[in-house]
């Protein structure tokens, strides 16, 4: 067991931050995050010394492709979810094992845009149309679903607006209505059509009306450019497609823009063109200034649960250190209401579901390719459900937040959390070549079971 004296100068838990250590020498600087702790002598491994930090996030998961089980047994403590049935993830942030879980719901796509036929159930994507055209996702409103990539606005398939509003208020209420924390939308023109312009500025006009941020997923030329100037909160995935010139990356800091890493899926650890892209574009933008969250995209291909050492080491190759490293696996973004059993059954009262054919996660075995090889993926197929339109004033609805500053990470979005802390048994390792190894050793522990270690 290590002594207190081998942890590189640690401070008591809550007071000092471990960082004495020099890279490749001793213990590696951790930075203010991390205290020096000893685990209860009352509970399991009692006395035993080793790191404490904040609780773990993944910004960028599929909760229906992956096992939650095994993303609270390998570190993480909390997750974004970025795309799937809200109603069933709504029910999942409050059953599954992983304490707290903030979602998107479904994805906002253009008429037969990504990712629909290519991944995930029909219902984990509402199509927008423009304005004048109406809504998108016959599902929920009670239409066929079927193959739908071949239809358009104004075919039968997608419904006039109403007086509710525009085709991206519905989209963006509905979603709000279920819980989201955030609305996510898609930018791939290499898979189908996109947004035009003014549907755009409509889905972050309804969004921003409602106190959530907007994340993009952005695949293609010029789509990132596209999401920055609209005014994004965040991309889902570091811009892999193309490479970024440094003017519209610092438009992009400039902006208070956030990037999610997901560098691991460019190949699960083999590299390679997209990888290299991805990682240019990271180091640039972390750089500049830009905020870096750490995120896998879980279920997409050969991922692990739990913390991925080979995200870490793509942030390491992104030239973030350790304390930037921890800065983007322990932030609280976004922000977001109570996960509580209660909280669901309040909103899931206000919105109108036929539960009996709701659709079911996926086996975890299942996963989605690549976005590059989805052709030919067929969706998984769910039954229809129809959803009453929510109140145009949310802040009168079962569970809603008042107004919401999307770059505020003060605002903590995951209550209990400040109950919890990952502890890493043991020193931090001397190489950051290690430090990804280590931080997927790490434990989700009650603070209270943590004593600081006094030197």
């Known amino acids: 067991m290590p002594r207190p004296d081998d942890l590189g100068g640690a401070g008591p838990l809550g007071r000092g931050p471990l960082g004495r250590g020099q890279l490749g020498r001793g213990p590696l600087d ?107 996702h016959g599902d929920r409103l009670g239409q066929g679903h079927g193959d739908r990539r071949a239809h358009g606005p104004g075919d039968g398939r997608v419904h006039g607006h109403d007086a509710a509003g525009t085709p991206a208020d519905h989209a963006v209420r509905e979603q709000a209505a279920f819980g989201a924390s955030v609305i996510k939308i898609t930018l791939n023109s ?20 409602a106190g959530l941020p907007v994340v993009a997923h952005v ?45 691991d899926i460019h190949g699960w650890g083999a590299g390679g063109a997209d990888h290299d892209r991805a990682v240019d574009n990271l180091r640039r933008f972390h750089a500049a200034g830009g905020v870096v969250l750490y995120g896998t995209d879980l279920g997409n291909g050969d991922l692990p649960a739990g913390v991925n050492p080979r995200e870490v080491a793509g942030l390491v190759a992104s030239g973030l250190d350790p304390a930037a490293i921890l800065s983007a696996m322990t932030a609280a973004w976004p922000g977001g209401r109570s996960r509580s059993r209660e909280a669901v059954d309040a909103r899931e009262a206000s919105v109108t579901v036929d539960r009996r054919d709701a659709p079911a996660a996926r086996d975890p075995r299942e996963r989605h390719e690549r976005h590059e090889v989805h052709e030919g993926h067929e969706g998984h197929d769910a039954p229809e459900a129809s959803v009453a339109p929510a109140s145009p004033d949310r802040r009168d609805a079962p569970g809603a937040r008042g107004s919401f500053d999307a770059r505020d990470d003060t605002h903590d979005p995951f209550d209990a959390l400040e109950a919890l802390a990952t502890f890493v048994a043991g020193p931090p390792p001397a190489a950051i070549e290690d430090l990804g190894a280590w931080l997927a050793t790490a434990r989700i522990l009650p603070a209270e079971e943590l004593e600081p270690i006094d030197r």
């Open 30 to 136: 951790l930075g203010p995050l991390a205290r020096a702790a000893r685990r209860s002598l009352n509970g399991e491994h009692p006395g035993e010394v080793g790191i404490a930090l904040p609780p773990l996030c993944d910004h960028h998961v599929h909760l229906g492709l992956a096992d939650a089980g095994a993303v609270r047994a390998g570190g993480i403590a909390a997750v974004l979810d970025l795309g799937w049935d809200p109603a069933v993830i709504a029910r999942l942030a409050a059953t599954v094992d992983v304490p707290r879980i903030a979602f998107a719901g479904a994805l906002l796509a253009a008429p037969g845009g990504y990712p629909l036929g290519r991944w995930g159930p029909p219902t984990a994507v509402h199509e927008v149309a423009e304005h004048g055209h109406g809504h998108g």
């Open 190 to 209: 290499d898979a189908g059509p996109v947004f035009g312009d003014d549907v755009l500025a409509d889905v972050v006009g309804a969004a921003r009306a």
């Open 219 to 263: 695949e293609g030329e010029d789509m990132a450019r596209r999401a920055i100037e609209a005014g994004i909160d965040a991309l889902a995935h570091t811009p892999w497609t193309e490479r970024l010139d440094d003017a519209l990356i610092a438009e992009a800091v400039d902006r208070g823009q956030r990037w999610i890493s997901t560098l």
